[in-house]
């Protein structure tokens, strides 16, 4: 089991930033791969960022130039850095692990595990 505990989000104005971290604990392994998506109100969970166990990392195009993904291994933490927020970017973000990587998945359904969520608004 692993577990994910996202923090860090918050209301912000368009233009601001902010930083998402999910901490993880249990059978953590640096072998696994990392990712954050997230869900605006009616609309479906959306891949924003990946980052592999060797470090690759993969945006969506929404987001890339703006959005930064990194990991800590010594810390069983990844990151999400948000820079010029829009309104657009509002939703709950979740962090998400691939524990058994094949290759790099873009969707939900390739992650084994998911924190609770943690809410961005970005005010206009």
């Known amino acids: 089991q692993v577990q994910l505990v996202e923090s860090g989000g918050g209301l912000v104005q368009t233009g601001g930033s902010l930083r998402l971290s999910c901490a993880a604990s249990?059978?953590?392994?640096?072998?696994?791969?990392m990712g954050w998506f997230r869900q605006a109100p009616g609309k479906e969970r959306e891949f924003v960022a990946t980052?592999?166990?060797?470090?690759?990392?993969y945006y969506a195009d929404s987001v890339k130039g703006r959005f930064t993904i990194s990991r800590d291994n010594a810390k069983n933490t990844v990151y999400l850095q948000m820079n010029s927020l829009k309104p657009e970017d509002t939703a709950v973000y979740y962090c998400a692990a691939d524990t058994s990587p094949t290759t790099v998945v873009l969707t939900p359904s390739g992650y084994d595990y998911w924190g609770q969520g943690t809410q961005v608004t970005v005010s206009s």
């Open positions: 980052i592999t166990w060797s470090g690759s990392t």
């Open positions: 249990g059978r953590t392994k640096s072998s696994h791969n």
